[in-house]
């Protein structure tokens, strides 16, 4: 038995604290130096139609933690460039007896055609400007680690909301968990339709900052814009880029954010990205174990088991400050 990992608008809240917990276990795991107990054999195909280096990078990472075997597949070395569709290709893939497939598509919905046809686990690695599942839940992970809690915080979203997946994904969790949203940017930058979103929009950057208890700046996506949406990047960086001075009106020890890549100097300055109220590096981290869990998750294969290794694994270095775990609110019930 199996299921899918398409979105976050359709998990349940107790959904999104499962995986939680199961990334949180992988990762006090992993860092202990344990290795799990060896998981069925499985092959997992990632399928990329647009560029990754975190996602990718990160879901290989995770494969391999649990033992699983990757195929790799790039829509340049595919059938696709010779004219097949998608639906052929997932048809191909499911009939070269992949246990699980993994997609990023530039399409919004390639993930749940991929499902449709595939007949085993997807999960959706980002799909056009619908979801981006698995970078909310390691961003949820990295806020609980920091602050300990999701629900009653304020959380900002800041810049190019219209074309961001990162942004849906993130505002459904978080809205899910208790949190209040706030989407900040300009007005051509924002949805058509900002009711369809759980938040409130902003268009000035410091009255949707203040106060805030963590700051989620956007990548400016200018190869999904339409021309004039945003008179110039120099006019964006003046209005929105999140600064030092700008953090400082946000609430005392507000957690910057970012999904990355970065655009230094125009979503967010470097000492900001480099300062002590970045986490930009947990969430890369916490994206290997949130992609664990959701691989675990999708093969209902239980509850992760470990056991002691005679020799540790290398696990990377960090502050006992971004190594605090605190996970209160993933083990409260969840809000309805």
């Known amino acids: 038995m199996s299921r899918n990992l398409l979105d976050i608008r359709t998990l349940e809240p107790q959904d999104i604290h499962d995986l939680l917990k199961l990334a949180q276990n992988f ?14 054999q499985r092959v997992v195909g990632l399928l990329f139609f647009e560029g990754s280096t975190r996602t990718r990078v990160s879901f290989e990472q995770a494969a391999n933690y ?26 191909t893939l499911k009939y070269e007896r992949l246990d699980a497939l993994v997609m990023r598509h530039r399409s919004s919905g390639a993930a749940h055609l991929a499902a449709q046809y595939f007949g085993g686990p997807v999960l959706n690695a980002g799909d056009g400007q619908h979801e981006h599942p698995t970078q909310a839940l390691g961003d949820a992970l990295t806020i609980l680690e920091h602050k300990g809690r999701i629900e009653g915080l304020r959380v900002a979203i800041v810049g190019d909301v219209r074309h961001s997946r990162v942004a849906r994904s993130n505002a459904w969790l978080l809205h899910k968990l208790g949190a209040e949203v706030r989407f900040i940017g300009p007005r051509a930058l924002m949805p058509v339709n900002m009711s369809m979103l759980p938040g409130t929009a902003f268009f000035d950057l410091e009255a949707g900052i203040e106060g805030a208890d963590a700051v989620i700046c956007l990548r400016l996506q ?12 120099k006019e964006y960086t003046r209005l929105y880029q999140v600064t030092r001075s700008v953090l400082r009106i946000a609430a005392p020890q507000c957690l910057l954010m970012h999904p990355g890549p970065i655009n230094r100097g125009v979503e967010v ?18 994206g290997i174990y949130v992609r664990m869990a959701g691989l675990h998750w999708v ?20 502050s006992p400050k971004s190594a605090r775990t605190v996970l209160k609110a993933a083990q409260g019930k969840a809000k309805k």
Request: hydrophobic residues 30%.
């Open 222 to 233: 200018r190869e999904r814009m339409q021309d004039g949406q945003i008179s110039s990047v």
């Open 27 to 40: 990762k006090t795991q992993i860092r202990a130096g344990q290795t799990l107990t060896q998981s069925p």
């Open 269 to 286: 300055d470097d000492a900001s990205a480099d300062g002590d109220s970045s986490a930009i590096h947990d969430q890369i981290e916490n």
């Open 66 to 91: 649990l033992g699983y075997r990757v195929s790799n597949f790039a829509s340049g070395g595919s059938s696709m460039s010779k004219g097949e569709t998608l639906k052929d290709t997932i048809l």
């Open 299 to 318: 093969f209902q294969e239980g509850s992760p088991q470990a056991k002691a290794k005679t020799t540790s694994i290398a696990a990377p270095k960090r």
